[in-house]
T-cell receptor, first 113, second 119 residues
Framework: KNQVEQSPQSLIILEGKNCTLQCNYTVSPFSNLRWYKQDTGRGPVSLTIMTFSENTKSNGRYTATLDADTKQSSLHITASQLSDSASYIC????????????FGRGTSLIVHP | DTEVTQTPKHLVMGMTNKKSLKCEQH?????MYWYKQKAKKPPELMFV???????INESVPSRFSPECPNSSLLNLHLHALQPEDSALYLC??????????????????FGPGTRLTVL
């Protein structure tokens, strides 16, 4: 069964600090992995997309890594800001077959001043 | 215009009411989706429209009735809902339902959602 597991479930950090969110998946065959940021009561917004051949991709203060061998991805947030408080969702798609993505449960990040 | 809009933002309805959620995009996308999201849970796919035709219904109860009047609009008609149907309803669109080499690559653009409360 295709699964996407995220950790931690929730995280509280101080403004200016860095943090790393984890995503492990069993989706196969793998096509791509996206990280979304979802503010409370809003729709998810894509931060990065990574395919099988990509190891690292950055989007401003967000850096995603992918290890396709161990089926792990991480999202690193540098110099956190209050506006980073949100849920971060890892979404994985299979290659061929069903095009319905598999969503992780998300990590709830709270940044305190 | 790279935006998916949804109306209304909030909706409160009784179990005997009939209401509709609306979604609109002007990015030329040919695939549109309805998701339901409960608090602290990931979005759950409900329906997929491809080229204005319903291509996926994830065993959604008939009290939810989708409609795609044209390539830019997607509606979700609600009737005789239950309190457990209260959730954030998200609309999304993508260039098209992925196929061939583009399997899974089409980014889904999400709308801001409609917060639905059923009393």
């Amino acid at each position: 069964k295709n699964q996407v597991e995220q950790s931690p479930q929730s995280l509280i950090i101080l403004e200016g600090k860095n943090c790393t969110l984890q995503c492990n998946y069993t989706v196969s065959p793998f096509s791509n992995l996206r990280w979304y940021k979802q503010d409370t009561g809003r729709g998810p917004v894509s931060l990065t997309i990574m395919t099988f051949s990509e190891n690292t991709k950055s989007n401003g203060r967000y850096t995603a890594t992918l290890d396709a061998d161990t089926k792990q991805s991480s999202l690193h947030i540098t110099a956190s800001q209050l506006s980073d408080s949100a849920s971060y969702i890892c979404v994985v798609r299979v290659s061929g077959g069903s095009y319905i993505p598999t969503f992780g449960r998300g990590t709830s990040l709270i940044v305190h001043p | 215009d790279t935006e998916v809009t949804q109306t209304p933002k909030h909706l409160v309805m009784g179990m005997t009411n009939k209401k509709s959620l609306k979604c609109e995009q002007h990015m030329g996308h040919r695939a549109m989706y309805w998701y339901k999201q409960k608090a602290k849970k990931p979005p759950e796919l409900m329906f997929v429209y491809s080229y204005e035709k319903l291509s996926i219904n994830e065993s959604v109860p008939s009290r939810f009735s989708p409609e795609c009047p044209n390539s830019s609009l997607l509606n979700l008609h609600l009737h005789a809902l239950q309190p457990e149907d209260s959730a954030l309803y998200l609309c999304a669109s993508s260039q098209e339902v992925p196929s061939g080499r583009a399997w899974g690559y089409n980014e889904q653009f999400f709308g801001p959602g409609t917060r639905l409360t059923v009393l």
